[in-house]
């Protein structure tokens, strides 16, 4: 069976830039086992599989796949899923364009928008910042990171659908030194409640720009260009903070531009009488190509 995929660049307003996803815009009758081998032939950071909806109210079902595993949710797959569908008009259009898209995590509603000649997008998700105690102390987070324990300010947990590990760093430089220590990571975060390692320098006020890498090798995704999971994750426990009294609390993160892939993101969470209501997470994305995938008869479902 031959299938149409599209490949675009989120939060790039250009080609080659941001962070690379495939999308199969008609994945119906392929398995499970199918779509991780499919994904782990495209070898980008993820590949988006689009289903028949099960809900009339929303647009269609997504499932998304690391090369290693599927995931409930992902910032940059939802965006540039959403994208992709409008880009290549495989979903109806309105005014506002609006699509809510059935993942793991349940429905996300993308919003699209032209903008100066191309695409942005921007998902809403409204569930719970989840932010356990427990995460690694300054110093074994260093040593992950191959810096010095002087040059980490804070380590902590949060997550909205994927959990990660944030590290704030003391400079940009220091982010772009940092290297991983796979004994570090395997002894420290291998078996934390998050194995994934967001780390960036910058201010956390609201309005603050962050510079940030990220590292996620138990999913085979040794480093990701742009992760909006992470974003909404940490702007949505930023605003949480009872120090925060304001409505909507925003951050502006680049990401990738050490690995020659920069990526523009902007973040924001809205609070209401003391509580996140939700949390957004935009940016443009960039069309690239498209084509065919043979996927034979051994993975589709009988």
Known sequence: MKCTFHIVDVFSSTPFGGNQLAVLPDAAGISTEGMQKIAREFNFGETTFVLPKNDSANTCRVRIFTPRAELDFAGHPTVGTACALVMKQHVRLSDPIRLILEENIGPVTVDVAQRNGGFHGTLTLSGKIEAPAGAPSPADLAAVLSIEPSEVSQV????IGVPFCFAQLSSNAVVDRAAINRAAWGATLSRAWSPHVFFFAGNLWDGG?????????????EEDPATGSACAALVGAMASKHDFDGTAYRLSIQQGVSMGRQSEIEAEARKSDGVVTSVSVGGATAYVASGEIEVPSSVLVS
């Open 156 to 159: 902590f947990f949060a997550g």
């Open 209 to 221: 720009k962050l510079y940030a890498r990220m590292w996620a090798p138990a999913l085979g995704v």
